[in-house]
């Protein structure tokens, strides 16, 4: 039986969904794309009809999940300006509810100390979604009359993914939660976004 194109591609997204809920949980060595496929609830003799290898399985849920990253981070800024948007997603970005959603937040913190051990490409594929959420920010900066707008953006990347990564660590609730508040108020204080928050 042929299924058609749109089929087709909700049968991909199951897939990518499933791995990329296998990659943040177990890291992206231990994926097996027989779990994989069976979380999706599909048989593993259907994964070749959509990818080559695990590798690329990889590439393709990591850009998935940059996606969903980048929609989250548009959600927030949705119908605010730049200043209230940049506070809506730093708030989101560092709240208890995405610390505890380690199989759902966002994948740089969830994977950046894996993927230097990982193929080129999949490099890449990270590299260009942490690229493409620096640019979501560099805009709202811009917009508000910063200067050097690339650099401050990944110099709020990385404090986001740093603090997370660290409140995620502590095995302390109090102290998780401090070091998500301290890096709230330092970035936005820092940035000048005291008067939106």
Known sequence: MRYDTEHKQKTRTKVLQAA????????????AVA???????????GFYAHFASKDELVAAAIE??????????QHE????????GLV?????????KHRDARDS??????????????DEAVREQFADGASRLTATLSEKLAALGHVNVDAEARSMVAELIGALSLARIEPDSKRSDAILSASRH??????GLEASA
């Open 20 to 31: 990329a809920k296998a990659i943040r949980a177990d890291g992206p060595h231990r994926v």
């Open 35 to 45: 779990g994989v496929m069976a979380d999706a609830g599909l048989t593993h003799g």
């Open 64 to 73: 998935h999940m940059f996606d969903e990253t980048r929609a989250r981070a």
């Open 77 to 84: 800024m949705e119908g605010r300006g730049p200043a209230e």
């Open 88 to 96: 809506a997603y730093i708030d989101f970005y560092l709240s208890r």
């Open 105 to 118: 937040g966002c994948p740089m913190a969830a994977l950046a100390s894996d993927l230097p051990r990982l």
């Open 186 to 191: 330092q970035l936005k204080e820092r940035l």
